[in-house]
């Protein structure tokens, strides 16, 4: 079993490695979509700098709280795009019928699927965020948690995308359903969950994950408690086996004719 683990993720970094050698081809394209990516994120934080000279706190969030939610928000998202990029776009292999390819390669589907594609933008996300990071001044137990924090917001991004994605082996135009959802997910996720209230902050932390991938996290940076630590976990790995579980149900569907259902 462990050599089973290791050989798969032995195939998902090499498959990351040479996504990223064949788009570093054109090297002048490649680094400008970084540098503008970090430069856009960077232009934005200008704004909460300005608003936070006219008052202390926003929504419960000093401004060195806000720098960590943009921080692991962007590194979180930027990782899941650099390693997962597939993901975000599963309904257009299913609806396609670009999924063939992938079911006759001698190694795990959903693996193959989700690291066949990088979104090199997404290095800009990752380096802007941990520079965000950086200036926070984390302590080693602060770091290390951001660390633990990068990987399970990483995770739920993926997974809650893979999620929705996989739904398309059930229901047409889920594509519109997953890009929504998703950058609504990362917009909601840039601002204090202190401002939602009721029912819309229930559904930021339990049904779009917004509080799992970043909230909870940056809370528990800022005042470490276990508790939260271990719902941040837990909800990670429900999350994960979830979304795995629907995508090889779904899986089946596709290989006893979804192709042709698509193509018509």
């Not at 970090?38 to 300005?50: P, R």
């Not at 082996?169 to 519109?176: N, P, T």
Request: aromatic share 12%; net charge positive.
């Amino acid at each position: 079993m462990s050599t089973a683990v290791k050989n798969q993720l032995r195939v998902c970094l090499l498959s990351v490695k040479y996504n990223i050698m064949r788009e570093m081809v054109n090297k002048v394209t490649f680094l400008t979509n970084i540098s503008f990516m970090i430069l856009n994120n960077a232009s934005i934080l200008v704004q909460w700098f300005i608003l936070f000279r006219l008052r202390e706190d926003v929504g419960g969030y000093t401004f060195r709280e806000i720098m960590m939610l943009w921080g692991l928000t962007a590194a979180s998202y930027g990782l899941s795009h650099i390693l997962f990029a597939r993901a975000f776009s599963l309904p257009e292999l299913v609806i396609k019928g670009k999924l063939d390819a992938y079911l006759v390669q001698p190694k795990n589907v959903l693996i193959s699927v989700i690291t066949s594609s990088i979104r090199i933008s997404a290095i800009g996300d990752l380096l802007y965020g941990i520079i965000l990071m950086a200036f926070c001044r984390l302590g080693l137990r602060e770091w290390i948690l951001a660390a633990l924090f990068l990987v399970t917001g990483t995770v739920v991004f993926t997974a809650f995308s893979l999620l929705l994605g996989s739904l398309s082996f059930w229901f047409l135009r889920m594509d519109i359903l997953e890009n929504q959802t998703v950058m609504g997910m990362v917009s909601f996720a840039t601002y204090p969950d202190g401002i939602f209230q009721g029912l819309s902050r229930f559904l930021l932390y339990f049904i779009i994950p917004v509080g799992m991938a970043v909230w909870h996290p940056v809370h528990v940076l800022a005042r470490f408690d276990a508790g939260m630590l271990l719902t941040v976990l837990g909800y990670t790995a429900l999350l994960a086996g979830s979304s795995v579980a629907v995508f090889y149900r779904g899986l089946k569907r596709y290989a006893s004719g979804n192709l042709m259902g698509a193509r018509t």
